[in-house]
């Protein structure tokens, strides 16, 4: 299994708080994403990053930064959590634009009251 | 219309039948196309790639057809062990960046 890990694994937290959640690789990939799965949507991109300090928009971007300060992790921050924002959130890795397969970490289960 | 679409399912079969999992897609400048498995509140990983020839893995089959943007599974001598969600997956170049998008998935039971 590719070395990826989420934290935390799971949150409850209420409107309006900031939240961030954290993604670790050991396996130096140059490309990270984060999406969130919701039943009837599939795995939806927030963003992704192509280097360090290098992030892009994904598909369902607002209310969500990142930010990817080493290699190895990145981060996603909820500015201010909405109800909306419950999700089942994933990280993946990537280990280059013309390697298309993702491994994805354990996820995070988030709630947002 | 989604980018990836997909049966929902379930699709509920006794061990040992064979069963069929198709996928249509909508960009036909996709290059790539995956099938990945998802077991319940785990991580999606990857299954097969899909090749254009078509491609076998054990007692898994997959197709593509570019014509009709058409992507199938095939499992055969289904198992207890098999029961899991199903996505079909496939890439779109946008913005200078690979990117994979997602069906929502197929939902397989196999029962005794």
């Known amino acids: 299994d590719a070395g990826i890990t989420q934290s935390p694994r799971h949150k409850v937290t209420e409107t309006g708080t900031p939240v961030t959640l954290r993604c670790h690789q050991t396996e130096n990939h140059r490309y990270m994403y984060w999406y969130r799965q919701d039943p009837g949507h599939g795995l939806r991109l927030i963003h992704y990053?192509?280097?360090?300090?290098?992030?892009d928009k994904g598909e369902v971007s607002d209310g969500y930064s990142v930010s990817r300060s080493k290699t190895e992790d990145f981060l996603l921050t909820l500015e201010s959590a909405t109800s909306s924002q419950t999700s089942v959130y994933f990280c993946a890795i990537g280990p280059g634009l013309a390697t298309d397969t993702q491994y994805f970490g354990p996820g995070t289960r988030l709630t947002v009251l | 219309r989604k980018e990836v679409e997909q049966d929902p399912g379930p699709f509920n079969v006794p061990e040992g039948a064979t069963v069929a999992f198709n996928c249509t897609y909508s960009n036909s400048a996709s290059q790539s196309f995956f099938w990945y498995r998802q077991d319940c509140r785990k991580e999606p990983k990857l299954l097969m790639s899909v090749y254009s020839s078509g491609n076998e893995d054990g007692r898994f089959t997959a197709q593509l057809n570019r014509a009709s943007q058409y992507i199938s599974l095939l499992i055969r001598d289904s198992k207890l062990s098999d029961s899991a969600t199903y996505l079909c997956?496939?890439?779109?170049?946008?913005?200078?960046?690979?990117?994979?998008?997602f069906g929502a998935g197929t939902r397989l039971a196999v029962h005794p």
């Open positions: 990053s192509y280097g360090v300090k290098d992030t």
């Open positions: 997956v496939v890439n779109k170049f946008s913005g200078g960046y690979n990117k994979l998008i």
